[in-house]
């Protein structure tokens, strides 16, 4: 049921209409986190550059769906070995964060369910990612379950009725309600959008 509703939200069959979140010139809208030790960040050729620092991202200033929502960007790892895409996103009251790259390079994953972090639960599943190679990211969130492809392949897909859904102690918190975030690596984003999901496609 899950894998049906997701094929048709991936075919475009439902949906409202993708904003954008980015103009490709500015950071309008966003604000630097106030992370301990985050490196430079600013918006160079069409794109947001996290520069190299402990933990680097950008916050979200406006108003945003707390769930019945798709959320899709690109991203790249330009330097350094750790997750470039982690993105901060509201789960009803709660909020998540979608790790890529993380642990080492590898691991993609929720951070977290039940308690458990994103090399603990089974969203926990390894991905090869290359350095300065551009890759595509969808998140699909409901009141009943997170789902999440990489250049159309699906890599989580998890029902979240009746789980603890919340974020990893530390400072990730400060990209609540929405935000990215990289760790010890430069990262580029780019194409930043989302659209509401009507409540019958749910």
């Not at 458990?116 to 090869?128: G, H, R, W």
């Not at 400060?174 to 749910?202: M, Q, V």
């Amino acid at each position: 049921m899950l894998i049906a509703l997701a094929s048709a939200a991936a075919q475009g069959q439902s949906g409202g209409d993708w904003v954008s979140l980015f103009d490709g010139k500015t950071l309008e809208g966003w604000k630097e986190t106030d992370f301990s030790d985050h490196g430079t960040v600013r918006v160079d050729g069409g794109s947001i550059i996290l520069g190299r620092g402990y933990l680097t991202g950008i916050t979200w200033k406006g108003d945003f769906p707390k769930s019945g929502y798709e959320i899709r960007f690109e991203a790249v790892r330009m330097e350094g070995s750790d997750f470039f895409a982690g993105i901060t996103f509201p789960v009803g009251d709660s909020h998540c964060t979608w790790i890529n790259g993380g642990w080492g390079g590898t691991i993609v994953g929720l951070s977290n369910l039940d308690g458990y972090d994103a090399s603990e639960n089974e969203t926990s599943t390894p991905f090869d990612f290359v350095k300065g190679r551009w890759y595509s990211f969808r998140l699909l969130v409901t009141t009943e379950y997170i789902q999440a492809w990489i250049d159309n392949s699906m890599v989580v897909n998890a029902d979240i009725r009746g789980r603890r859904v919340d974020l990893r102690f530390g400072e990730i918190d400060l990209n609540k309600p929405l935000g990215f975030a990289a760790y010890s690596t430069t990262a580029g984003l780019r194409k930043i959008e989302y659209r509401t999901i009507p409540a019958s496609s749910k």
